[in-house]
């Protein structure tokens, strides 16, 4: 079982640059989650889709695009990276569940470094 | 807006001591909350879940974690700390109809021989 995968693990940028992290779950999930993860901040949530067909702003989304594509993937796409930029990046995936909530799986991450 | 505190970013703890870590979330309505375990480099996995069912969950890896609404707690214990234990631990809250999460700042746990 694959679970969530990202691509790519790891990657260098220069200041100004663009690139697109790609997510993938095989998990039949309907929602799907980017998270960025620095040092002494926990996890904070920048991007999420609910379902196929709908995205939504988290707590940290300036400076970041995101497109779902299908129900299976989920990019997050940096227009123009800033060195602020620079932390970890997680996608998650979950099935919705109102009455009981459903844990969120994680992939292992996109270690991402703008110079 | 909902959140949660983790107090102490590293704890370090001796093998066969117990481990405990604080989670206070904070709510007006109850909550679900959840404890992650990240081991480096590696993405986070789902240690425990509460979701009402009862008080007392217990989790993988011998880890269990006790809801008290009073104290508007959600702490994580194991008895005897193993060598493997080492890695940050995430506390997380969401509510009803709402599946976003929203993470404390996390534990470094430290195992000493």
């Known amino acids: 079982n694959a679970g969530v995968t990202q691509t790519p693990k790891f990657q260098v940028l220069k200041t100004g640059q663009s690139m697109t992290l790609q997510c993938a779950q095989d998990?039949?999930?309907?929602?799907m989650y980017w998270y960025r993860q620095d040092p002494g901040m926990g996890l904070r949530l920048i991007y999420y889709s609910a379902s196929e067909g709908t995205t939504d702003k988290g707590e940290v989304p300036n400076g970041y695009n995101v497109s779902r594509l299908n129900k299976r993937e989920f990019s997050l796409r940096l227009e123009s990276a800033a060195p602020s930029q620079t932390s970890v990046y997680f996608c998650?995936?979950?099935?919705?569940?109102?009455?009981?909530?459903?844990?969120?799986?994680f992939g292992d991450g996109t270690r991402l470094s703008i110079l | 807006a909902q959140s949660v505190t983790q107090l102490g970013s590293h704890v370090s703890v001796s093998e066969g001591a117990l481990v405990l870590l604080r989670c206070n979330y904070s709510s007006s309505v109850p909550p679900y909350l959840f404890w992650y375990v990240q081991y480096p480099n590696q993405g986070l996995q789902l240690l425990l879940k509460?979701?009402?069912?009862?008080?007392l969950v217990k989790g993988i890896n011998g880890f269990e974690a006790e809801f008290k609404k009073s104290e508007t707690s959600f702490h994580l214990t194991k008895p005897s700390a193993h060598m493997s234990d080492a890695a940050e631990y995430f506390c997380?809250?969401?509510?009803?109809?709402?599946?976003?999460?929203?993470f404390g700042k996390g534990n470094q746990v430290v195992v000493i021989p």
């Open positions: 998650a995936s979950s099935s919705p569940g109102w009455e009981t909530a459903q844990p969120q799986h």
């Open positions: 998990m039949n999930h309907n929602s």
């Open positions: 997380a809250v969401s509510y009803y109809g709402n599946n976003r999460l929203a």
């Open positions: 509460y979701t009402s069912a009862a008080t």
